[in-house]
């Protein structure tokens, strides 16, 4: 058997070496503020209902590219029975529109459910007004986020404001085509409305003509007597 020195069995024997109480506090003062750090940035990150109000906030500000920032590059929006928009070009056109109509959106009894959110949301937009519709209620609107961006919007609208506005269209368009026949084709395709900012402006210059055209005497009527 081998045996070595005295020094080198001495050494070999050594205590380990402990580190001094300023590296100890030094390193746990680092570990302690990388934790907090991370629990700020968890903190600060918006919830997703907080999303949906700054939703809100800037649809109801006219603030066109703000909403464009909240949704991802391939979102997409069904308003069933209504329209089918994927992309942000498309979602460009609808928020232009909206900007245009002054749309104001209320979102009512938000409910989160794990990456998305169930929200009842009230609607009133110059359009609406134009055709004699007060207000729009869409139902159990679904709201599906991903990397804190929109990536879908599933919604409808209600029974009453589905019939009050086919009431208004029917009553327009029968106007429409036979007296602004070309305007009516820019606006309004098989697949539904066009939605632009012009075509916005566009569709309420055609319902202010329409309802001076109601409102004034038809041939051969007299006016009320005052």
């Known amino acids: 058997m081998r045996s070595g020195s005295p020094s080198r069995l001495l050494a070999d024997h050594r205590a380990p070496q402990v580190p001094d109480r300023g590296s100890i ?6 570990r302690i ?4 750090a991370v629990l700020l940035m968890g903190a600060c990150e918006p919830t997703l209902e907080r ?5 809100e906030r800037r649809v109801n500000s006219d603030n ?3 909403v464009l920032e909240l949704f991802a590059e391939n979102a997409i929006y069904e308003l069933r029975d209504t329209f089918v928009l994927e992309g942000k070009d498309a979602l460009r056109g609808l928020a232009e529109w909206d900007s245009v109509l002054h749309t104001r959106l209320t979102f009512h009894d938000i409910t989160t459910l794990g990456d998305s959110v169930l929200t009842n949301v009230s609607e009133t937009n110059d ?5 004699g519709v007060e207000e729009l209620v869409h139902p159990s609107t679904l709201i599906v986020f991903q990397n804190g961006l929109i990536v879908r919007i599933d919604s ?6 589905t019939n009050a506005i086919r009431r208004a269209l029917d009553e327009v368009l029968a106007w429409a085509v036979v007296e602004r026949p070309e305007t009516v084709h820019r606006l309004v395709d098989e697949a539904g409305f066009r939605y632009s900012g012009e075509n916005a402006a566009t569709w309420l210059k055609l319902l202010r003509e329409w309802n001076a055209e109601m409102s ?4 051969g009527a007299q006016p009320d007597d005052q």
Not at 127 to 131: H, T
Not at 216 to 219: E, F, I, V
């Open 33 to 36: 503020a990388l934790s907090a």
């Open 127 to 131: 359009w609406l007004s134009a055709v």
């Open 156 to 161: 409808e609208t209600d029974t009453t404001g």
């Open 25 to 30: 506090t030094s390193g746990l003062s680092v």
């Open 216 to 219: 004034s005497p038809r041939d």
């Open 64 to 66: 066109v590219q703000g």
């Open 51 to 55: 999303r949906v109000f700054e939703y």
